[in-house]
């Protein structure tokens, strides 16, 4: 909670003959207090910059990756401020740089990540202390079936890495066992076949008899709509989102496919063993835009289309001039990506803009805050390329941020849904 700290100047009292002038009172001081995630220990230079709506530069920081979280106090007169951070990639030629910028918010107590974009997919576990394990699958046979195999899925709880080796029948999937016990998930889609276990030792064999039937599933798309991809996380408790296992991964799935060939369903996933459901659909319309449709649910839906095309209009898209008009509804908020010509300067600049702002100045807010890791780069090939727009029901610009930005709040998954489109200028 802002901690306001009031100056009160006291005025002369007007005694007979007094001609003393009296001073303004000083105006109310709002303290911000800021944690900032650091990057990947890898990324050694990254750079925070305050700045109030007048242009006024309140900080300008180099933190150190090395430390995980930085705590920042800045204060002003002003209710909200702009927060703009730098990340500069010195691991790939030529270097890669990365600006956020979040404009006219109140960030106090607010732990800014870099991840902001995919927060839905920060989650909890119950344990981090892992053992390298191996399970061994008898796998089920079908002679009907060319290439049953195909697509093959595995995963386990908080584990991202695994390796896998098929011979006579058998698959062994070596991979993270999180301690002392770990769910693990195999899908056939070919077979239309999974294999669900809870596992607590370091060696199991799985035989074909313990193989389930999945749900296939496929979405009632909005006319024009295409189908993208699907993550499907689950919880085996209602309300309670702690050790979620991905059942689902489209990309994954077709990279086990020749030729990413796409599996014959949107989606397959095991039903009566999960009481609630992360959903991330991933939609395409007519003019290649990109939607995301986030619902959390105790049941897959299967009509999408609640999802409908945003309603704005670009009047401006320059570096120095861009605004947007929206005649209906606005989003919660939206993204002003501007890229640069990567032959003079390899960066990409999100800014985050409340729907009532409409108009934005990007040359000459960058300018204003001259940050220290573009110092000598070139910022005038800078120019609108996307635009982002979010709309999450009964959250604005100012509360989606406080809950993206707070690990309590995201550890609760209070948002049940959002949807968010990203297109080309």
Request: hydrophobic fraction near 35%; aromatic fraction near 14%.
């Amino acid at each position: 909670m802002k901690t306001k700290l009031l100056y009160v100047s006291f005025m002369c009292l007007f005694l007979v003959g007094c001609d003393k002038s009296v001073d303004p009172v000083p105006a109310s001081m709002n303290q911000f207090n800021i944690k900032v995630n650091s990057p990947a220990p890898s990324i050694t230079e990254y750079e925070v910059l305050i700045s109030q709506q007048d242009g006024k530069l309140l900080l300008d920081t180099l933190l150190s990756s090395s430390v995980p979280v930085h705590t920042l106090q800045v204060k002003s007169e002003q209710q909200k401020i702009n927060i703009t951070t730098v990340t500069k990639y010195t691991d790939i030629d030529p270097a890669y740089f990365v600006v956020n910028s979040f404009i006219q918010v109140d960030p106090n107590n607010w732990q800014i990540s870099d991840a902001f974009e995919n927060f839905d997919l920060e989650k909890t576990y119950s344990s981090s202390t892992k053992s390298r394990s191996v399970i061994r699958y008898t796998l089920p046979v079908d002679n009907t079936v060319s290439e049953p195999y195909n697509g093959k899925y595995f995963a386990a709880t908080n584990n991202y890495g695994f390796s896998s080796i098929q011979s006579s029948g058998v698959l062994s999937v070596n991979y993270d066992r999180t301690m002392p016990s770990s769910m693990t998930y195999l899908l056939l889609p070919e077979l239309g076949k999974y294999f669900f276990k809870e596992v607590s030792s370091g060696d199991v064999i799985v035989d074909q008899a313990e193989a389930g039937n999945v749900v296939k599933h496929n979405f009632i798309l909005p006319q024009s709509f295409t189908f993208h991809s699907v993550n499907l996380f689950a919880y085996q408790q209602a309300d309670s989102y702690t050790d979620p296992l991905e059942l689902y991964n489209t990309g994954s799935i077709r990279s086990n496919y020749p030729n990413f060939d796409k599996p014959s369903h949107h989606l397959m996933y095991p039903s009566q063993i999960f009481k609630e459901y992360e959903l991330r659909v991933g939609l395409v319309d007519e003019n290649q835009n990109l939607y995301l449709f986030y619902n959390i649910v105790k049941d897959i839906p299967t009509d999408l289309n609640s999802v409908t095309k945003p309603n704005y209009s670009i009047v401006n898209k320059t570096f120095k001039n861009f605004s947007i008009e929206f005649p209906k509804e606005k989003p919660t908020y939206y993204s002003l990506i501007l890229t640069s010509e990567r032959s003079k300067l390899y960066s990409t600049w999100l800014v985050q803009l409340p729907a009532d702002i409409t108009s934005f100045n990007a040359e000459e807010f960058l300018y204003n805050l001259s940050p220290k890791l573009l110092k000598n780069e070139d910022l005038s090939t800078f120019s609108p390329n996307r635009i982002s727009l979010t709309s999450a029901a009964g959250y604005n610009y100012q509360d989606f941020f406080t809950y993206v930005f707070s690990p309590e709040k995201l550890k609760e998954r209070k948002l049940k849904q959002y949807v968010r489109v990203r297109a080309s200028l």
